[in-house]
C-alpha cells in the first residue's frame, strides 16, 4: 500500500514541477505569453472563419447596406451589404500567411547572403553588402510601392515587393552575428579539426547567431501585416472583392457616420501587430543573457 503511495507521488512530481515551471515563466515574461494568447485567438479565429462566420464574405445584400453592429451582423454590414464580420476573419487568412510567408522567405535569402558575406568576406562581402546597401538606400514603403505599381496590383506582386524591401535588413543583422561569432574558439577548434568552412558555417556559427534573428522576425510580421495593408489600401495588394484588412479600411475612409466598415479591420490590424510586438518583446526579455 505505502509503495503504490510513494509511486503515485513520484508520478504526480514532474507534473507538479512543470506547472511551476510554467507559472514561472509566465511571470517573467508575460508579454511574451500575452502575445502568443492573442496571436493563438486569432489563429483559431481565422482557421474556423467558414464554419464561425454565418455568412459569406462575398455575399451581398443591399437590403442590408451599411447596417451598424448588431445580433445578426456582429461588426455591421459595408456598402454593399457584405458581413463585415465575416470579411474581416476570412480577410486574416490572407494578411497573416502572407506576412509569415514574406518573413520566412526574407529571413532565409537574408540571412544565408549575410552569412555567407560576414563569414567569407572579401568579393562576396563586398557585393552583397553594397547590393543591400543600395536598397536600403530608399525609404522601405516607397519602394514597395514602385516594385509594387511595376510588377502590378497583386497578392503575390504585393509579397515580392515586402520580400525586396525587408532581405537587406536581415542580411546586415545576420552579417554583424556572423562576424562576431566566427571568432569564437569552437569555430577555431573545427578549423584545426578539418572541418569544411561551410559546414562550419551552417553547423557551428548560424545556430549561435540566431537570437537577435529570431526576435527581429516576430517584430517584423506585425510590419509585414501593415505593409501588406497599405499597399491593398492604395490599390496595388488585394484587389476586390476579395476581403482584406487594407482593402476594408480603404472602403470605409470616407464613411465617418458609418464607422464600423473600416473601425473594425482596423482594429484587426492593430491587435495583429500589437500582438507580435508583445511576442518579439518577450523573446528578447527570454533570450537575453543579461536576464
Same mark, same amino acid.
Given at each position: 500500500?505505502?509503495?503504490?503511495?510513494? !509511486?503515485?507521488?513520484?508520478?504526480?512530481?514532474?507534473?507538479?514541477?512543470?506547472?511551476?515551471? #510554467? !507559472?514561472?515563466?509566465? %511571470? %517573467?515574461?508575460?508579454? @511574451?505569453?500575452?502575445?502568443?494568447?492573442?496571436?493563438? #485567438?486569432?489563429?483559431?479565429?481565422?482557421? @474556423?472563419?467558414?464554419?464561425?462566420?454565418?455568412?459569406?464574405?462575398?455575399?451581398?445584400?443591399?437590403?442590408?447596406?451599411?447596417?451598424?453592429?448588431?445580433?445578426?451582423?456582429?461588426? +455591421?454590414?459595408?456598402? #454593399?451589404?457584405?458581413?463585415?464580420?465575416? %470579411?474581416?476573419?476570412?480577410?486574416?487568412?490572407?494578411?497573416?500567411?502572407?506576412?509569415?510567408?514574406?518573413?520566412?522567405?526574407? !529571413?532565409?535569402?537574408? +540571412?544565408?547572403?549575410?552569412?555567407?558575406? +560576414?563569414?567569407?568576406?572579401? @568579393?562576396?562581402?563586398?557585393?552583397?553588402?553594397?547590393?543591400?546597401?543600395?536598397?536600403?538606400?530608399?525609404?522601405?514603403?516607397?519602394?514597395?510601392?514602385?516594385?509594387?505599381?511595376?510588377?502590378?496590383?497583386? !497578392?503575390?506582386?504585393?509579397?515580392?515587393?515586402?520580400?525586396?524591401?525587408?532581405?537587406?535588413?536581415?542580411?546586415?543583422?545576420?552579417?554583424?552575428?556572423?562576424?562576431? /561569432? %566566427?571568432?569564437?574558439?569552437?569555430?577555431?577548434?573545427?578549423?584545426?579539426?578539418?572541418?569544411?568552412?561551410?559546414?562550419?558555417?551552417?553547423?557551428?556559427?548560424?545556430?549561435?547567431?540566431?537570437?537577435?534573428?529570431?526576435?527581429?522576425?516576430?517584430?517584423?510580421?506585425?510590419?509585414?501585416?501593415?505593409?501588406?495593408?497599405?499597399?491593398?489600401?492604395?490599390?496595388?495588394?488585394?484587389?476586390?472583392?476579395?476581403?482584406?484588412?487594407?482593402?476594408?479600411?480603404?472602403?470605409?475612409?470616407?464613411?465617418?457616420?458609418?464607422?464600423?466598415?473600416? /473601425?473594425?479591420?482596423?482594429?484587426?490590424?492593430?491587435?495583429?501587430?500589437?500582438?507580435?510586438?508583445?511576442?518579439?518583446?518577450?523573446?528578447?526579455?527570454?533570450?537575453?543573457?543579461?536576464?
Amino acid at each position: 500500500m505505502a509503495s503504490s503511495l510513494t !509511486l503515485s507521488g513520484a508520478e504526480r512530481l514532474p507534473q507538479r514541477v512543470w506547472r511551476r515551471d #510554467l !507559472l514561472r515563466h509566465m %511571470r %517573467r515574461y508575460p508579454s @511574451l505569453w500575452m502575445g502568443a494568447a492573442m496571436l493563438s #485567438l486569432f489563429g483559431v479565429l481565422i482557421a @474556423l472563419a467558414p464554419i464561425v462566420a454565418r455568412y459569406p464574405p462575398n455575399q451581398q445584400n443591399l437590403a442590408m447596406r451599411l447596417k451598424a453592429p448588431s445580433a445578426e451582423y456582429l461588426f +455591421g454590414t459595408d456598402e #454593399l451589404g457584405r458581413d463585415i464580420f465575416s %470579411r474581416v476573419l476570412h480577410g486574416g487568412r490572407i494578411s497573416l500567411p502572407a506576412a509569415l510567408i514574406v518573413v520566412a522567405v526574407s !529571413l532565409t535569402i537574408g +540571412g544565408l547572403l549575410g552569412a555567407f558575406a +560576414g563569414f567569407f568576406g572579401g @568579393l562576396i562581402d563586398d557585393v552583397i553588402m553594397r547590393l543591400a546597401d543600395v536598397t536600403l538606400a530608399f525609404p522601405a514603403v516607397v519602394l514597395a510601392l514602385a516594385i509594387s505599381a511595376l510588377l502590378g496590383p497583386s !497578392l503575390n506582386n504585393a509579397i515580392v515587393a515586402a520580400c525586396a524591401v525587408l532581405w537587406p535588413e536581415y542580411a546586415r543583422l545576420i552579417r554583424s552575428q556572423v562576424i562576431v /561569432t %566566427r571568432t569564437f574558439e569552437y569555430v577555431t577548434a573545427a578549423r584545426s579539426l578539418g572541418r569544411r568552412e561551410v559546414g562550419i558555417l551552417l553547423r557551428h556559427v548560424l545556430p549561435n547567431a540566431w537570437t537577435p534573428i529570431l526576435i527581429k522576425a516576430a517584430l517584423d510580421v506585425g510590419g509585414v501585416i501593415l505593409l501588406v495593408s497599405a499597399l491593398s489600401f492604395i490599390g496595388l495588394g488585394v484587389r476586390p472583392p476579395t476581403a482584406e484588412w487594407g482593402s476594408m479600411v480603404a472602403l470605409g475612409r470616407t464613411k465617418f457616420y458609418q464607422w464600423w466598415v473600416a /473601425t473594425f479591420p482596423g482594429l484587426a490590424i492593430l491587435f495583429s501587430i500589437l500582438a507580435c510586438n508583445l511576442i518579439s518583446e518577450g523573446l528578447r526579455n527570454w533570450l537575453d543573457p543579461r536576464t
